[in-house]
Structures are given as structure tokens and as C-alpha cells.
């Protein structure tokens, strides 16, 4: 499997995905997901990859070789409106080319990918494209995407990430974000692709590639998870005895009665006696 | 969907499900869960399940009735792991009535079950059953189980639950669990019924239904989200000007190389001249 997760905020845009892939449980391999396409003071694009490896590196070979779809490719679409389109076409091209022998194979057309970045004229933009080589788009309400093993992490995500939340605090953020996806799940490894993108700068020098020997990395693994059982501690204890204490967790719902507890019934000692 | 999860620790049992259940998403509904089998003074058993409703309404049925399943019910297994056993044969009498007319209307037999207690003179034992009636007991290393949507909610057990853990700890645990789950996703709703249970009680006090009102849970919901935001500032930002610093993010992974800035390929102006 894969984690991918990017942001698409105020200030500019965060990508970061794993390096896991695995066909079947004793075939687990390091392949990059994540591919930068660029043309200085123009266009700033990252695309990254989720499902059926052989796809997915199809897809990003024809668009770096620059193929055309309705007549244009990643270096010369108007904006990224029509970069993501072209995705979505490059997507289909193989899906056309395989779709056949998939079908005789019984294998599923897998795939899904994140793509982002800024043309010059537009702001920062971001795109999920789906296997069918249709594609969404982030806005300010929902200002992230993910693919791959996306539910471990969501939930920090969602309680902390808006669409003005600075650069740096959403850095650490998909981090944390990964950080949980890496400790429940083994389909998902390092080394990290990291990638934070400043609006208009149309090129990014912060672009690393990290594992458990990058201090910030680390650092962020053992704090996170000394913090979280430090704050667990500080909350309080359930009351039981009381339904006046703050912490008191006597107060039934309304919603819902009781919980039954059900006694033998009556005709289990017939029944046993018979046995 | 569905959350369950259920812990079987040093000090006894924790069991907490909530109670949305959906076919479609608009057809959203409330139904318990949770079913408690008990016989003062010598056994104390809570069924929580997580499927097709219509299978796991008709398996607690029969446990109620106290059907014999190789000669036993739940009120006369010898001990736990026999009553775990017996339940599965339940799910497999329900599988038997079924399974033709499934078949034909293309249906799943889709049921999972966890099932704990303890019988007088056996430890608490806590057991996990899959729709195939076959099932699994947990360890001390693995203390606990999870169904249905059980991903959101797993980061925060792997890093705090133990087997020594004690049951307030791990009951905030539990709900802090629940709550990411419920904020990240809508079939997973309130009331929740949670029960703790102390070992060689064979009876337990410790049991309630609760949705936003209950004090303890309203607390822990506001608190753990206002918690987390702030040991989040608290840790440092990523440095990316330098490798030396204690949170420099700069330090390449020697695993993976960089990651290749992929410039316009010649062949593109040539071809786009031709559109």
C-alpha cells in the first residue's frame, strides 16, 4: 500500500508521500511515488501515486516524455486546471492500452493520484485524480487530500489543519499524520518524499527525502508520542460514583435506553438436562 | 459502519461501541451493539458485533434463547473459550439458514463479533469472531480488538495501551479512540455503550450508555482536540537552512535519492509547434 497526503493552503502547498510498495506480503519493495515537474518562472507541478505500480509508472513516464493529450502536456497546459486534465487523459491512455488483458487477468485498473502546484498567473492549485481519469479539486473548506492508507491519519488532519494554518505547522502536521499511518500499518515505510511549496515562488528548494536518521523526522516521532501519553495522563480519571462531578460518565443517554443484562432464561436448565 | 473496540488488560475488560448503523447513506438508523449475557456469581459474558444487521440481530437472538450449539449455550460452556466457541457455531447456524438465498441475491455474509468475559475460576478472556465462525483470543502483547471502522482509531491504542495499562487510563483511552473515529467518520455515531468490567466481579456496575451530554465524554471531546492543538505548536517548526540544527529537516535519506526535478523535455516545443 501507500500514504500520500497534500495540503493546498494560504500560503502554498505541502506534499508528502511514503516509499512502500508491496505485491503480496513477502514482495514488499522502496519505490518513489512522488515525480516534480517544473519550468523555472512558469509552472511548478508534483504528482504523486497511489495502487497498481505498473499503472502508475506508466502514467508518469508519459507525461514526462511529454506526450500530447487534446494537444497539450504538463509544460504547455494554459493552467493547472488543464495540467490536471491532461493527468486524467494520461490515465486514460493506459487504461485504454491495458484494459483488455486486465479484464482477461481479473485485475482491477488500480489507481489514483495527487497532483498540485501553481502556474504562473493562477495561485497554488490541487487536484485528486481517480482512476477513471476524472478529478476534484481542493478548496478553502476542504484544503487536503489524501490517498493510499488515508484513515490512520486523518484524524489529526482534521482536527488541526485549516486552510490559514502557516506552512510550518502544516509541515508537522502531515509528518505527525504520517508518523501514525508508519506505526499502525506495515504496507506503508520510509524513506519520506517531502515537499513544501511557497506561493508564487514557482520552484521549491525545500524538497527533502527522509527516514528515521532525519532529526526533524525523529525528533517529531519520539516527542509525539511522549506528548500524547503525557496529555493523556493529565486528563481526568472517569468519575463512576457520582453524576455531579465534571469527569462524572454516569449520565445515561436519552437517546438509547439501558443496556439489557440478560439473566439465563428459564428454559436453558430444561434444555441442559436433556443433553 | 461500525466501531467497536474491546480490551482485555491486567486489571479486566473494557467493551465500547457506538450505535449508527446505515444501508445507504440515507438510510441511517440507531441500533445497540451491545448484548450482555451474565449469571450472578458465575459467568459474565458482552457480545459486540459489526456487520449486516440482519445477521447479527438473529445470531444474539438464538445466544438469547440459549440454543444448544454442540450441547452447550452460553449460560453452560465450561468456560470462556467453550462460549466463544459457541457463538461462532451461532454465526454458522445463521450462515447454514441463509446462505442459498444470499447466494442468489448476491448478498455478503458479512458479520464480525468481539466476545469477552469470564467464567468463575478462568481469568478474563476476550475473543475476537469472524463471519466464517472461527475466532481468535487475544495475548498480552495484543490486548486488544477492533471492528468495523477500526482505522482512525488504532494510532491512539498502539501508543498508550498495554497490558498493564489500568481501566481508567485505558477507558479514556478507549473513548479518546471513538472520538477521532466519530470525527472522521459519519457512519460511526453517538450513543455509545461502554462497559468495565473488574476482574472476578462476574458482574459489573460499570456500564453506560452515553452520547454528548455525558460530562466525562463532553470533556474528553473538548479537551483532547484543544490538547492536541497545543502540543502541536508546542513542537518545534522543521529548519530547513541547516543540517546542524536539533530540528533541521535538511538531512537527505541515504536510502532513497532526491527527487529528480523533472525540467520541459526537448522533444516538447517540436511537438506543440505541430498542434
Same mark, same amino acid.
Request: net charge positive.
Given at each position: 500500500m501507500t500514504y500520500c497526503v497534500a495540503l493546498c493552503l494560504h500560503e502554498g502547498l505541502v506534499f508528502l508521500s511514503d516509499s512502500r510498495t508491496n505485491a @503480496?506480503?513477502?514482495?514488499v519493495s522502496t519505490f518513489r511515488k512522488m515525480a516534480v515537474f517544473q519550468n523555472k518562472n512558469d509552472r511548478f507541478f508534483a504528482l504523486m501515486s497511489a495502487g497498481n505500480l505498473a499503472i502508475t509508472q506508466s502514467v508518469k513516464e508519459i507525461l514526462l516524455q511529454g506526450e500530447l493529450f487534446n494537444g497539450k502536456n504538463l509544460w504547455t497546459a494554459k493552467n493547472a486546471y488543464e495540467a490536471s486534465a491532461v493527468v486524467g487523459e494520461a490515465v486514460r491512455r493506459i487504461q485504454n492500452r491495458d484494459e483488455k488483458i486486465f479484464l482477461k487477468a481479473g485485475i482491477e485498473f488500480n489507481c489514483s493520484f495527487i497532483f498540485g502546484g501553481q502556474v504562473k498567473g493562477e495561485k497554488p492549485r490541487l487536484f485528486q485524480i481517480y482512476s477513471a481519469g476524472n478529478f476534484i479539486e481542493s478548496t478553502t473548506e476542504t484544503c487536503y487530500f489524501q490517498i493510499g492508507e488515508?484513515?490512520? @491519519?486523518k484524524p489529526i488532519l482534521d482536527r488541526v489543519v485549516k486552510f490559514h494554518t502557516p506552512l510550518d505547522l502544516a509541515t508537522k502536521c502531515v509528518l505527525i499524520s504520517m508518523d501514525s499511518t508508519l506505526k499502525s500499518n506495515l504496507s506503508v515505510g520510509l524513506p519520506l518524499d517531502l515537499i513544501v511549496y511557497e506561493t508564487?515562488?514557482?520552484?521549491?528548494?525545500?524538497m527533502v527525502t527522509l527516514d528515521e536518521s532525519n532529526p526533524y523526522f525523529s525528533m517529531i516521532h519520539d516527542v509525539w508520542a511522549e506528548k500524547l501519553r503525557t496529555i493523556i495522563l493529565q486528563i481526568p480519571q472517569p468519575e463512576w460514583?457520582?453524576?455531579?462531578?465534571?469527569?462524572?460518565?454516569r449520565k445515561m443517554s436519552k437517546k438509547l435506553g439501558a443496556i439489557t443484562v440478560n439473566?439465563?432464561?428459564?428454559s436453558v436448565k430444561k434444555l441442559t438436562k436433556k443433553v
Open positions: @503480496g506480503i513477502d514482495h488515508e484513515k490512520y @491519519g508564487d515562488h514557482l520552484e521549491t528548494k525545500k460514583n457520582t453524576t455531579q462531578a465534571v469527569n462524572s460518565i439473566q439465563k432464561p428459564k
